[in-house]
């Protein structure tokens, strides 16, 4: 089975950072893009940034120019920074890749006050 954890979230004011990571357990990421995905309350889960094994990088509108998604040393690990974060990128964030596997890890909370 996969295994995903993601790890560095927490509470901050806006226009704070903060840096995402995720670590799986097996070569999920070895051949798919990576990806974070965010999920508010109330409203669906949604990709917010991506990139392929080629290192091409891709954002959703509402992050570019915030958001930077980096791979590390290691074939299974990812990170997302976050930067000038705002209370609308307040939700729980999950890493996985693009197309998800159907398993996913907990996710980190990320929360930002006015």
């Known amino acids: 089975q996969v295994q995903l954890a993601e790890s560095g979230g927490g509470l901050v004011q806006a226009g704070g950072s903060l840096r995402l990571s995720c670590a799986a357990s097996?070569?999920?990421?070895?051949?798919?893009?990576m990806g974070w995905y965010r999920q508010a309350p109330g409203k669906q889960r949604e990709v917010v940034a991506f990139?392929?094994?080629?290192?091409?990088?891709n954002y959703v509108d509402s992050v570019r120019g915030r958001f930077s998604i980096s791979r590390g040393h290691a074939i299974n690990t990812v990170y997302l920074q976050m930067n000038s974060l705002k209370p609308e990128d307040t939700a729980i964030y999950y890493c996985?890749?693009?197309?998800?596997?159907?398993?996913w890890g907990q996710g980190t909370q990320v929360t930002v006050s006015s």
């Open positions: 097996g070569t999920i990421f070895s051949r798919n893009a």
């Open positions: 990139i392929t094994s080629g290192g091409t990088t």
């Open positions: 996985n890749s693009v197309p998800p596997a159907t398993s």
